[in-house]
């Protein structure tokens, strides 16, 4: 018998939902486990290949804060998933918080953010975009009260970044390594 899940207990609903699973083992061994539940996410690495930059955003972070991480840092745009397919949500979101219109989006992955703790899968994705694609200014108050500002920055510097390791996002770090080695030919000399 494969473990099962034998009961759930809500403990918070909000933003997310934190449940405590009843686990019961193969061998008949009953487990606690804390399940933080709020379902499927996306996060997309908008670059512009003719200029060699890449957007990023920052916003306050009080989970990092409170872990004794600064209040914010730059990450790519994500968001969790509403009702539609991970690609439209993906081209919603970036809009949303940078306001560049995408086309066509690079599947990189689709992963299990912290599979010990956490229900959340996210699509990750790398778009192309050029000058034309801004549409709206993007930044400031973004649909659910966050204040976003928008970080246009050389593909160089973010390689310089990765290095010292000063991008502290995972699905940040995640999604630039994938550009690196998808489109080595951007990081290459002039």
Known sequence: MAPQIGGLRL???GWARFLVAEVLQAD????TREIE????????????????????VSQFRAPVLYAGGPPSHMEVPAGLLDEGAPEDEA?????????LRLGRLDAVASAWTMPGLSTERMDLFLAAYGASDRVETGGGLATEGEVLAVHEIPLAELAAMAERGALVDMKTLLLFFALQLRRPDLFAGP
């Open 91 to 99: 081209r919603r979101e970036v809009r949303e918080e940078t306001g």
């Open 28 to 31: 008949g061994t009953r487990l």
């Open 37 to 56: 539940d709020h379902g499927r996410a996306v996060a997309v690495l908008p670059y512009d290949p003719e200029r060699r930059v890449a957007i990023l």
């Open 11 to 13: 403990v918070h609903e």
